[in-house]
């Protein structure tokens, strides 16, 4: 045990990432053994969950670590302009290229390029990243021959790339060609040992670079934490530490200032992290919408268990013969085939005897209309709440026909 402890503490100070935790210690082995290779990296875990710290992690690690890591965040980049940010463009390729430009593949020449959320890429972007992974070559916008490049890539993605290539949205090459070697990053409510010494690094190193005293926190208030559901895994943590430590400087972080702090940052239910609820609601009203919230986790939660069982990935009780149980779940929460509701929408949704009724995709619909509302209509701000990338919502709003009532 102590030699297993012992190595669990070299590789988080080799790798720099904290946790003892057995999906933790089950990584920094992962990391140990790709991280010198070229190989093909996906890194695959929920938003804030430190994904691209594993990519800084095996690049620095590898024989490319004296060359360029370039990180891309692909949801972030529109997908007019996505290919010409990453492969490059000739000068007159296009209404504003006044000149050749170097795109991200080149610049990480001789080293490593980290595609966050590429599950966010366009289509026929994907066909040209696949050439780059098989061939090491692309060619840029607006040229008619293609240069070659040397970079290892590292992907990531919070979705479940294989459902997204089962609806169409992914290419199946190109998640076959990446998925070789798969490392999963866990989220935070699964390593929830892990909270305290998190707690302590961030608050520790927050008083050292802003010169401020902090006496530690209570067992209780470390307990509170431990017991938190934490959406947003270590970033939401480690914000949250930073600025309790900051406005709460030169004592004891005790159980109460947990608590107070943690009413004002988080949604009223630890439980769906999806959209936060106006405090200034009457209590019918956010009692609604709290039903609302957790049938929407409810049947996606069903859903996905129904689906493991039918894959054979979770074993059945002794006595089940089949999945009959989620089925009969199912059936209750309807698909996002049954028919239409009638009737005044914003009066029906908001019927707690009628949330029963909904389809998934209705469901959807209220929550990202709702969401929308509370931010005034800031797609960033709406897009973070919702943990769901600004593409996508754009594309949520255009299929559900959301629009800015006056």
């Known amino acids: 045990m102590y030699f297993e402890n012992d190595r669990t503490n070299t590789l988080q100070r080799k790798f720099g990432i904290l946790g003892q935790s057995a999906g933790v210690q089950s ?114 916008v607006g040229s008619s021959s293609s240069m070659k490049v040397d970079v290892r890539i590292v992907a990531a993605s919070n979705r479940n790339l294989e459902k997204e290539v089962d609806s169409g949205s992914f290419r199946k090459d190109l998640f076959y060609r990446l998925k070789a070697i798969t490392i999963t990053v866990p989220s935070l409510r699964d390593r929830r040992d892990d909270i305290a010494l998190l707690a302590n690094k961030f608050a520790n190193d927050c008083a050292i670079r802003n010169q401020i005293l902090f006496k530690g926190f209570s067992e209780g208030a470390l307990k509170v934490m431990s017991q938190h559901r934490w959406p947003g895994n270590i970033r939401e943590l480690k914000n949250f530490i930073e600025s309790m430590v900051i406005l709460e400087k030169g004592g004891v972080i005790k159980t109460e200032v947990i608590y107070r702090y943690l009413n004002a940052e988080s949604s009223p239910t630890e439980l769906n992290p999806l959209l936060p609820v106006k405090l200034d609601r009457s209590v019918d009203q956010a009692e609604r919408e709290l039903i609302l919230q957790q049938l929407f986790m409810l049947r996606r939660e069903i859903a996905e268990m129904k689906g493991l069982i039918d894959e054979g990935l979770v074993p059945r009780k002794t006595g089940e013969s089949n999945g009959e149980e989620y089925h009969t779940a199912l059936e209750v929460l309807p698909d996002d085939h049954s028919n239409e509701i009638q ?49 996508t919502l754009y594309r949520k709003i255009k299929e559900y026909e959301i629009v800015k009532e006056n």
Do not use: W
């Open 27 to 140: 990584m920094l082995e992962t990391i140990e053994q790709v991280a010198p290779t070229d190989i093909s990296v996906l890194i695959a875990g929920e938003s804030g969950s430190g994904k691209e710290l594993v990519a800084a992690a095996l690049h620095k690690h590898s024989r490319r670590s004296h060359k360029p890591f370039v990180i891309v965040n692909c949801g972030a980049i529109p997908a007019g302009i996505i290919e010409s940010e990453l492969f490059g463009h000739k000068k007159g390729a296009f209404t504003g290229a006044g000149s050749d430009r170097k795109g991200y593949f080149q610049a990480a020449d001789g080293g490593t390029i980290f595609l966050d959320e590429i599950g966010e890429t366009p289509l026929e972007t994907q066909v040209k990243l696949l050439r780059v992974l098989e061939q090491g070559e692309f060619l840029p």
């Open 343 to 391: 009737g005044d929408d914003s009066i029906t949704i908001l019927n707690p005897q009628m949330l029963g009724t909904l389809t998934a995709a209705q469901v959807e619909k209220e929550l990202i209309t709702r969401s929308l509302e509370r931010f005034n209509f800031n797609k960033r701000k709406t897009a973070q709440a919702l943990q769901m990338a600004e593409r």
